[in-house]
């Protein structure tokens, strides 16, 4: 089945730093993925869509100068939190749609997330 | 606007139990309904998912029915096992839109 991996699996680094974390679908292209931040015991939120060739769409809330996203292939979505702080420190998944073939029916892949840690 | 509401975890139960996890939802329009899990160290995986009222999605002996009156996908197994425990995840997703709205997640635990 389709298969979506993310980069690093958990990530610690100090305030003020910047990370970044990669998205790929393994066995498919993705024009679309999406990116999704979990607090703890909370729903999964959407952040942003990643378009490939084209900026990113951002949910409201959501600060697009410090959640940089870039859709650098049809396979490859980064996500970069520029000078991260403690409060960015969460859970962060990412998505991405493969349609099926002649019909209108697509289904999602998630990765298995990255922890993030800000000290 | 679109919300999903399931019961708070952790939700405990001995091998071959009946489990029911509750999910209600809020919609605008006529979504689709999921129910996704997450093994320890592993993305989500689609459980089943129903596209329309009165719809039953199934799948490895969990099942879920698309109740329009009720607003409600609740998941049930006539029998847990050790291997079903996990975290479940409610969602819905409006038309061909590629959005979901998840719920906070319920964690399971099956003893053996």
């Known amino acids: 089945g389709a298969v979506v991996s993310q980069h690093p699996s958990r990530v610690i680094c100090k305030s003020g730093t910047s990370v970044k974390i990669e998205c790929r679908s393994l066995?498919?292209?993705?024009?679309?993925m999406f990116w999704y931040r979990q607090f703890p015991k909370q729903s999964l939120m959407l952040m942003a869509t990643?378009?490939?060739?084209?900026?990113?769409?951002?949910e409201q809330g959501v600060e697009k100068d410090k959640f940089l996203i870039n859709h650098a292939s049809l396979t490859l979505s980064t996500l970069t939190v520029t000078s991260a702080h403690p409060e960015d420190s969460s859970f962060y998944i990412c998505?991405?749609?493969?349609?099926?073939?002649?019909?209108?029916?697509?289904?999602?892949?998630f990765g298995p997330g990255t922890r993030l840690t800000v000290l | 606007g679109d919300s999903v509401t399931q019961m708070e975890g952790p939700v405990t139960l001995s091998e071959e139990a009946f489990l029911t996890i509750n999910c209600t939802y809020t919609?605008?329009?006529?979504?689709?309904l999921f129910w996704y899990v997450q093994y320890p160290g592993e993305g989500l995986q689609l459980l089943l998912k129903?596209?329309?009222?009165?719809d039953k999605g199934s799948n490895k002996g969990f099942e879920a029915t698309y109740r329009k009156e009720t607003t409600s996908f609740h998941l049930e197994k006539g029998s847990v096992q050790v291997s079903d425990s996990a975290v479940y995840f409610c969602?819905?997703?409006?038309?061909?839109?590629?959005?979901?709205?998840f719920g906070s997640g319920t964690k399971l635990n099956v003893k053996p």
């Open positions: 998505s991405a749609p493969r349609t099926g073939g002649i019909t209108s029916y697509n289904e999602q892949f």
């Open positions: 066995d498919f292209q993705a024009t679309t």
């Open positions: 990643s378009n490939e060739g084209s900026k990113a769409t951002y």
């Open positions: 919609a605008t329009g006529y979504p689709s």
């Open positions: 129903a596209t329309k009222a009165d």
């Open positions: 969602a819905l997703k409006e038309g061909n839109f590629n959005k979901f709205y």
